[in-house]
Nanobody
Framework: QVQLVESGGGLVQPGGSLRLTCAAS????????MRWHRQAPGKERELVAH???????TYADSVKGRFTISRDNAKNTVYLQMNSLKSEDTAVYYC???????????WGQGTQVIVSS
């Protein structure tokens, strides 16, 4: 079984930066695509960024040019560098990924990001 643990959230002022980390552990023989999602209060969960096995990335329009997703395959870890943060980026951020050829994703527990002055 695979576990995902997110970290790096917190309180930051508008215009600031945070780097989220999502570390996978457990029985891992293969790591496929990884994603970051977020859910703001009263809103549906939305896909923020995606990275493929070979490093191809896609982003939601709302974060393009500000957020960067990356991965370290040797560490089974994915990152989300968030720059120029805005109040509307406030949300719980979740990572998920596809492991071991499974057709369903594994989710982390989430990390809270609050952008406020």
């Amino acid at each position: 079984q695979v576990q995902l643990v997110e970290s790096g959230g917190g309180l930051v002022q508008p215009g600031g930066s945070l780097r989220l980390t999502c570390a996978a552990s457990g029985r891992i023989s293969r790591v496929d695509e990884m994603r970051w999602h977020r859910q703001a209060p009263g809103k549906e969960r939305e896909l923020v960024a995606h990275i493929s096995t070979i490093g191809t990335t896609t982003y939601a329009d709302s974060v393009k040019g500000r957020f960067t997703i990356s991965r370290d395959n040797a560490k089974n870890t994915v990152y989300l560098q968030m720059n120029s943060l805005k109040s509307e980026d406030t949300a719980v951020y979740y990572c998920n990924g596809f492991f071991n050829g499974d057709g369903w994703p594994t989710w982390g527990q989430g990390t809270q990001v609050i952008v406020s002055s």
